[in-house]
């Protein structure tokens, strides 16, 4: 064993478009974790991070940094990391931000894997390199660690015989994995983000011998849709994950690919172009309106996303919220509707001013002479639900063509159930979330039923 600080005990500065890549490895299988992150280790130049975070309520990580030297030695350095407030946003700022900042500056380091602990979406990390600002660090000047690490790519292991149980159940995850105590997320939304964020995919194949080919087949469709881009390999008994086939997948990604992307609220819903098709049953449905939702009917139609869907996304435009979108997303039997964000045409100029030019460009196509770029669009990815119905309940939402012609005074004169925040089910929660951070991990609440 010998300490993590041994890596190199040499500093470099490299330009800033010289920025030391970065590989996230996420999943809820921890075994299937570690597999992707030594296959990738054995790349000479590459230091392999890992946090075990089962003790982050107590203020306490174990981190782990590993690596082969030129001549095949491998090396690990092990650390216990004591916080001052036990929660996984401290251990990304207290630890693993600097510590990406300081390995960059490693004249031995070419690329650093981050095998991220089963809790953990990869968006969450992407998140915080580009955004949080680290500092206090002797001879590193103030900066967001993305001024020194990119993301190259995500990469996320998938259970056959297990991840699409997960994505479209409602188990919540402190029931499978250990988390602080205030994480409530489920497992469907952990499992779904981990993937929908990736670059590629490693499937941990099951048994042939106990393998349902329907439920394979079924598992591929929902994969391909999620992650349509991502080239897929299998990981069967007969056939290991190697470093060759590691290499090679991540050979295999597409220069389009979102690599870290943060994608936000008024961003294509589907950038991506999955099919449309349907497939064993699973396809993306569209639903887009011109026309504002009434919040009584919409919080009716809601159960119609949280059965036979593996997840649902989009923006929306509430008669009673008429300045700001707001979000809606869901996984497995989990929902949550949070605030996305002003209408362009409820922006000052100086809010204006600020606007991309493509989301500029995507206002003006749907722009509308008194309500601007207000409108509703929501995907769907149904795996058992029937789409008919799905797409019939939401049309029952919208306003009716007496109440739209009424106007907004009697708009803003409905109950609405959502407020600034909503979960399903309906609780009295008070939580301000920002805006970037609406899918950040466990101290962000979301409920399922």
Do not use: Y
């Amino acid at each position: 064993m010998v300490d993590h600080d041994a890596v190199d005990g040499q500093m470099r500065f490299l330009p800033a478009d010289n920025r030391t890549p970065v590989i996230l490895v996420a999943g809820l299988d921890r075994s299937a974790l570690e597999r992707i992150g030594d296959a990738l280790e054995a790349e000479t130049g590459t230091v392999q991070v890992r946090h075990e975070l089962s003790g982050v309520d107590d203020g306490r990580v174990v981190r782990t940094l590993s690596w082969r030297e030129p001549d095949g030695r491998h090396r690990t350095g092990i650390s216990e990391i004591r916080l001052a407030h036990g929660c996984v946003s401290c251990t990304l700022r207290e630890d693993l931000l600097p510590l990406l900042r300081r390995l960059h500056r490693r004249s031995s380091v070419r690329r650093i894997v981050l095998t991220l602990d089963p809790i953990l979406e990869p968006e969450r990390i992407a998140w915080s390199i580009d955004n949080v600002i680290v500092d206090e660090q002797p001879g590193i000047p103030a900066a967001p660690t993305s001024d020194d690490v990119r993301i190259e790519a995500t990469i996320a292991a998938v259970s056959e015989d297990e991840w699409l149980d997960h994505a479209t159940g409602d188990l919540m995850l402190a029931e499978i994995r250990d988390v602080p105590h205030d994480d409530e997320r489920t497992v469907a939304q952990v499992a779904v983000g981990q993937v929908d964020f990736a670059d590629a995919l490693v499937v941990a194949g099951c048994d042939p011998t106990v393998r349902n080919s329907w439920e394979s087949a079924r598992l591929m469709a929902v994969l391909k849709r999620l992650a349509p881009k991502a080239p897929m390999i299998f990981e069967l008994p007969q056939r290991p994950l190697t470093p060759l086939l590691v290499e090679q997948l991540l050979a295999a990604i597409p220069r389009t690919s979102r690599r870290g992307r943060i994608d936000g609220p008024h961003d294509p819903l589907l950038a991506d172009e999955p099919s449309l098709d349907p497939d064993c049953g699973v396809t993306w449905l569209e639903f887009h309106s011109d026309r504002p939702l009434h919040p009584g009917r919409l919080h009716d139609a809601i159960d119609t996303l949280l059965d036979g869907v593996v997840c649902a996304r989009g923006r929306l435009w509430l008669a009673t919220q008429p300045d700001e979108a707001l979000w809606l997303e869901s996984a497995g039997g989990g929902l949550r509707v949070a605030p996305g964000g002003r209408w362009l045409a409820a922006m000052d100029d100086a809010e204006l001013d600020s606007v991309t030019p493509e989301r500029r460009a995507l206002g003006a196509l749907r722009w509308d002479d008194t309500h601007g770029d207000r409108h509703s669009s929501l995907v769907v990815l149904v795996h058992r639900g029937d789409p008919d119905h799905v797409i019939g309940e939401l049309h029952t939402a919208l306003l009716t063509d007496v109440e739209f012609a009424a106007g907004q005074s009697l708009w803003l004169s409905f109950d609405d159930p959502f407020g600034r925040f909503h979960t399903d089910p309906c609780e009295d929660v008070e939580v301000e979330i920002p805006l970037a951070e609406r899918n950040s991990g466990p101290d962000v609440t979301k409920e399922q039923p």
